[in-house]
Every structure is written in C-alpha cells, then in structure tokens.
C-alpha cells in the first residue's frame, strides 16, 4: 500500500487561490485608449478561439504541476507487507582486538604463516556464518573502542565489516580492553536480560582506555551480560640472536589472569587459543549456545515514491515554459506595435 510520511502537506493546496484571492492584481491600463478599437477586435478575433484553448490547457497543467509538487513534499512510500523477523537465537556482541600486538606472525591457516588478526577473520568469520537467528554485532579496539557493527540479523554485512578490519584504523600502540567490554555492554543493555553474550578476543594487557577490564566486567554483571574471553597467541615462538636460535613466548603479555576473572564472575568463561585449530575448537563450543525464545519481531520494508511526481511536476513546468515562450514574444510585439499606434492616434 501507500502511505504520505507528511500528509498535512496537502493543506498547502488550496494556497495558491487563496494569494490569488488575497493579493490584489496588477493594474491594466486600458488599451482602447491608445489604440484604434476595431483594428485590434479584428486583430484578435481570428485567434481568440485558439487563445482559449490554449489559456485553458496551460491552467490545467499548471494546476496539475502544483498538486504534483505538495504529493512529493508529502513524501509518498509504498509499504510492503510484514516480514517476521526470527522469534529465537542470542544478542551477541563480538569485540576483537585489532591493536599491533595482533600482527604477530606465529599462526598459520592452511600451512601458511599467518598474524593473529588474519586467524581471527577466518575463524570468527565462519562463526559468523553458523549464527542464524542471532544478532550480531562486532566492536573493534586498540587505542579506544568503536562500534563496526551495532546489532543486526544482518550476518552477511558483520562478516563483511569483519573482513574489512584491518591494524592501523585505530592507534594501535595501545590496548583498552575495558573500552571495548563496556561499549559492547552498552549495547547489550537494551536486549532481553536472558540473551546477552559478549565474546571479546585480545591477545594482551590493558593499557590504555578509561575503564578497567574490572570495572567493565563489574558492568557487564550488573547488565546480565555473560562473557566469554579468549586469549590469542603461540606460547612458543624461534627468534634469532646473536647468541643462536632461542625460543621465545611471543603471548608474555597475554593478562590471562584478568580474562579468567572477567569470565567467570559474569557467568562465562575463558579459552586459551595457540593456533588456529584451537581457535576453531572454541568458537565451536561457542557455536552450541543455547537459542532463547525473544518476542516476534516484524517489519514492513518502504520504498520511496516521491521522486516520480517530482519529476512529473519538473516535466510539466518545463513544457509550460516552452509553451508560454512564443505566446509571450507575440503579445510583447504586438503590445509595442499598439502603444505606437497609440501614442500617433493620440498625437
């Protein structure tokens, strides 16, 4: 069907004849006085049949271009029919860490060497894929935290924005995990009590921010928000030396201790991921949330019309412009010919 977002447009219709009534018109001098009477009823005579026609037909497309014009401001849409919206499935809200700790190259996908955020992309992104009937929603963090997606149905959009992620959009020398927590939390608060998940993935220490990992796990409790943290990185790294190969743990600042207790004191849990199949292991456990029931949800999806009496208004002035023009140019030469004979009759 369609519907007008603005219907008391249609009240400035009648505003045209009511300046027309309100407004005096413009005085006419009167012609005869200047110009010989019969000359110009003969003049005029042969034409006043096609003058009238054409009077009337310009005020009938006049009228029409305005009535035009006040249904585009009304902004016509057409309205589809409802779309249920899925009934059943979680609000999870997925925060990933893309500060320049995560470029650490001691994964692999596939055999081939890999830094954590490409790990990441493929094992969250599949994740993605497997949630039907959730909302999903993704918050990025190095520096500070920002919204990438706010919770949508959407799956295939948050894969996307996912993918797009890379180190560097936000300053990357630092890590705000609590940032991240508490802006996911904040999205979180307005969904039913019984479906907030928050899955946050770091591969570090938090350094940076405005709240504590503490205080945004204490925020997260009081929201009803479980959390499930993951901790990324290989624990056993070859670097060289001068003194040889050594072996190195390239997770040393991985604060596992704080993730456990964000974890557990909301209800959740904290996973260790080393590689990428125990990433995969994880988000597969992940994977077997129990959906909750949530009200039905519908929505009517519009599409904008405004655009076609707009542009049917736009044709119609021009080809009154066009039509007016020779008219005009006529009466101007004719009105010049008669205040010259005008004004010799009168001398």
């Known amino acids: 069907m369609i519907e007008f977002v603005w219907p008391w447009v249609f009240l400035a219709v009648p505003l045209p004849l009511i300046m027309r009534l309100l407004i005096p018109r413009a005085?006419?001098?009167?012609?005869?006085?200047?110009?010989?009477?019969?000359?110009?009823?003969?003049?005029?005579?042969a034409k006043?049949?096609?003058?009238?026609?054409?009077?009337?037909?310009?005020?009938?497309?006049?009228?029409l271009s305005w009535l035009l014009l006040v249904t585009a401001a009304a902004r016509p849409?057409?309205?589809?029919?409802?779309?249920?919206?899925?009934?059943?499935g979680r609000d999870l809200m997925m925060v990933v860490d893309i500060s320049g700790s995560m470029e650490a190259q001691d994964m692999q996908i596939a055999g081939q060497s890999a830094n954590r955020l490409q790990v990441v992309k493929s094992v969250v992104g599949d994740f993605v894929k497997r949630r039907t009937g959730d909302r999903l929603g993704l918050i990025l963090f190095a520096a500070r935290a920002y919204?990438?997606?706010?919770?949508?149905?959407?799956?295939?959009?948050?894969?996307?924005?996912?993918?797009?992620a890379e180190i560097g959009i936000i300053e990357e020398n630092a890590t705000a995990i609590g940032d991240g927590i508490g802006l996911g939390v904040k999205h979180l608060q307005k969904r039913p009590l019984t479906s907030r998940v928050l899955i946050m993935l770091t591969d570090g220490v938090n350094n940076a921010g405005s709240i504590t990992p503490?205080?945004?796990?204490?925020?997260?409790k009081e929201g009803g928000v479980k959390i499930y943290t993951i901790g990324i990185g290989a624990e056993a790294a070859s670097s060289n030396s001068l003194f040889g190969p050594r072996t190195i743990n390239p997770s040393a600042d991985l604060d596992e201790e704080t993730l456990t207790s964000i974890a557990e004191n909301t209800g959740g849990k904290y996973f260790r991921a080393r590689d990428q199949h125990e990433l995969e292991r994880i988000y597969g456990i992940l994977d077997q949330l129990e959906p909750v029931e949530q009200p039905a949800e519908t929505f009517r999806p519009t599409l904008s019309l405004f655009y076609f009496p707009l542009g049917v208004a736009l044709a119609l002035s021009l080809l009154i412009a066009l039509w007016r023009l020779p008219v005009n140019k006529i009466l101007g030469r004719e009105q010049g010919s008669s205040?010259?004979?005008?004004?010799?009759?009168?001398?």
């Open 77 to 88: 849409q057409w309205v589809g029919e409802p779309v249920q919206l899925p009934a059943s």
């Open 339 to 347: 205040f010259a004979v005008g004004e010799g009759a009168r001398s």
């Open 214 to 220: 503490q205080q945004a796990g204490d925020l997260a």
């Open 147 to 164: 919204t990438q997606a706010p919770l949508t149905f959407d799956r295939a959009t948050v894969e996307r924005l996912l993918y797009e």
């Open 27 to 45: 005085g006419i001098r009167d012609a005869a006085l200047f110009v010989p009477f019969f000359q110009t009823l003969t003049r005029l005579d």
């Open 48 to 63: 006043a049949t096609h003058r009238v026609s054409r009077s009337v037909l310009l005020a009938l497309f006049t009228i």
